[in-house]
C-alpha cells in the first residue's frame, strides 16, 4: 500500500502531471465558488424581496428618503455578487482571470459606496479617498479596454 502512495507521488512529481493535477483542483475550487456565489445570489435576492416587501407594508412619509438608498444598495450588491459570478464562469471558460471583469465589478462596489453613503458621517478625506479610488479605476479600465481591443483588432 506505501509503495502505491509513493507511486503516486512520484507521477506527480513529473511537471506535466503536477500541472494537469493543480489546474484539476482549480477547476473544482471554481465550480464550488460558483456554487456558493449562486447560494449568495439568490439569498441576496429574497433579502432584497423582503425588506421591499416590509417597507411597502409599512409605508411611512420618509419611504423615499431614508429606505430608497438602502433598496439600491441591495440591488447594487445582487449585482456585484452576479459580476463575480460571472468572474468565475469566465475563469472556469478560458482559465484566465479577465482583469476587465474584476475593475467593473470594482467599479460597481465603489459606486455601491457611493451611493448608499450618508454623507453627514463621512469626512472629506473619506470623499477624497473614494473620488481617488475612482479615478484610479476608471484609469485602469480605460486601459484595460484599450489594450484588450487593440488585442482584439490585431487578430483580423
Do not use: P
Not at 477624497?128 to 483588432?153: C, K, W
Amino acid at each position: 500500500m506505501l509503495k502505491k502512495i509513493f507511486r503516486q507521488i512520484a507521477k506527480l512529481s513529473n511537471d506535466d502531471n503536477f500541472l494537469h493535477f493543480t489546474e484539476s483542483v482549480e477547476v473544482i475550487i471554481s465550480k464550488v465558488l460558483s456554487l456558493a456565489m449562486i447560494l449568495v445570489i439568490i439569498v441576496s435576492v429574497a433579502d432584497l424581496v423582503i425588506f421591499l416587501a416590509k417597507e411597502l407594508v409599512n409605508h411611512t412619509d420618509s419611504f423615499l428618503k431614508d429606505t430608497l438608498f438602502v433598496i439600491f444598495g441591495l440591488f447594487l450588491n445582487v449585482l456585484i455578487a452576479l459580476e463575480i459570478l460571472e468572474n468565475i464562469t469566465a475563469y472556469l471558460k478560458k482559465h484566465v482571470i479577465q482583469v476587465e471583469l474584476v475593475i467593473v465589478t470594482s467599479l460597481i462596489a465603489v459606486s455601491r459606496k457611493i451611493i448608499i453613503l450618508d454623507l453627514e458621517k463621512k469626512t472629506a478625506a473619506d470623499l477624497i479617498g473614494l473620488a481617488i479610488a475612482i479615478f484610479a479605476l476608471s484609469i485602469s479600465y480605460l486601459i484595460v479596454r484599450s489594450t484588450n481591443r487593440g488585442n482584439d483588432n490585431s487578430g483580423h
